[in-house]
C-alpha cells in the first residue's frame, strides 16, 4: 500500500503561517497515518521543522509572473497526494493529481481568520494554533532562559511595519512599571524579542532597562527557539506581529497591542489571551486624510501607557485566578 501524504500549503508571513498550525494540527491528529510536506515561505519555515511525521518542507520564494508556483508544481507533481491544502487561494490544488482538494476561498469577510481556515475542512469553529518545538530548540531556550527563581516577561515592540507599532519609549515605561517593586511581576526578568532586521527598533528598550533585568534575543534564535523561549514566559506583550501569535499558540498569557490592524481578523487566541488599543478604531486610523501605509510614523499614539498597563494588570489577574480555582500554574 502506498504511503499517505498530505500537501499543506500556507503562509509566507510569520503570523499567518502560525494561525494555519491549528488546521494542520487537525490533520496530523485526525489523519495518524499520513505523512505531511509543508510549503511556505523561507521566512516562516523554521516553525514547521518540528511537524509530526514531517517528510519535507518546500520553501516558496516569490519569482516574477507567478513562476514560484510553476516551482512548486514541479516538486510536487511526482507524488499521488492524498490531500492537497492550499491556503494561498492559488490554483496549485486543481494542478495536482490529488484524491481530495481543499483550498481556502479568496472571498474577505469580517470572520477572524482561524475561523476561514477552519472552514476550509469544513469545521465550524476556530482551531487553536499549534507549534511544535524540537528538542534542539528547547535546548537552546534553556541556554538563553535558564530557569531561575522568578517571572519572566516577554515583550516584542517591533512589527512588519512602523505605523504597527507603539513607541518604544512606551514600551521602557511600560515595562518599569509592571517590574517594579510592588507590581505584579516584580523583579522579573525581560526577553526583548524580534528578528536581527529589528534591531535597531528594539535597541532603545535594551539600552533603558538594567543589564541585569535583560535577556537579549533579538536576531540570534530560529523561530522554533524563539517559540520555546516564549513558552518560558509569564507574560507576553507586543504589537500586533507574528511573535504575538507564536506566544499564543505556545500557551503564554498574551496582550497584543493594536491600531492600525483589525481585532476581528488578527487577535491572538487562547484562554490567555486579550487585546488593547487606544480610543481610535481601526476605521478611524485608516480613514484620516493623513493615513499612508508607507510613511514611517506611529499610528498607535493614541493607545496610552496607562491603558495597557491596566490591560496587562487584569490578564494577569484573570490568570492568577485561574491558578487558584484549578491548582494549575500558569504564570512561571
Partial sequence: MSKKRILFITSTRIGDAVLSTGLLNYLVESEPDAHFTVACGPIAAPLFKGVPRLERIITIEKKKGGAHWFSLWNKCAGHWWSMVVDLRSSAIAYLLPTFRRRALTPIKTDEHRLTRIARVLSISKPLQPKIWTTEEA??????????????????????????????IERFVELVERIIRPGAPLEGARVAVLGAAAERDMAQPLIDNLPERTVIDLVGHLDLLAVAACLRRSSLFIGNDSGLMHMSAAVGTPTLGLFGPSREEH?????????????????????????????????????LTVDRVEEAALALIKDVQAAAASDGNTYVK
Fill in 138 to 167: 528547547e535546548q537552546m531556550a534553556a541556554q538563553e532562559i535558564p530557569e531561575v527563581a522568578g517571572a519572566l516577561l516577554a515583550v516584542g515592540p517591533t512589527a512588519n511595519w512602523v505605523g504597527k507599532q507603539w513607541p
Fill in 266 to 302: 488578527y487577535a491572538p487566541r487562547g484562554r490567555f489571551a486579550a487585546t488593547v488599543r487606544g480610543d481610535q478604531s481601526f476605521f478611524d486610523i485608516v480613514n484620516e486624510p493623513t493615513f499612508d501605509h508607507l510613511a514611517p510614523v506611529s499610528y498607535m499614539k493614541s
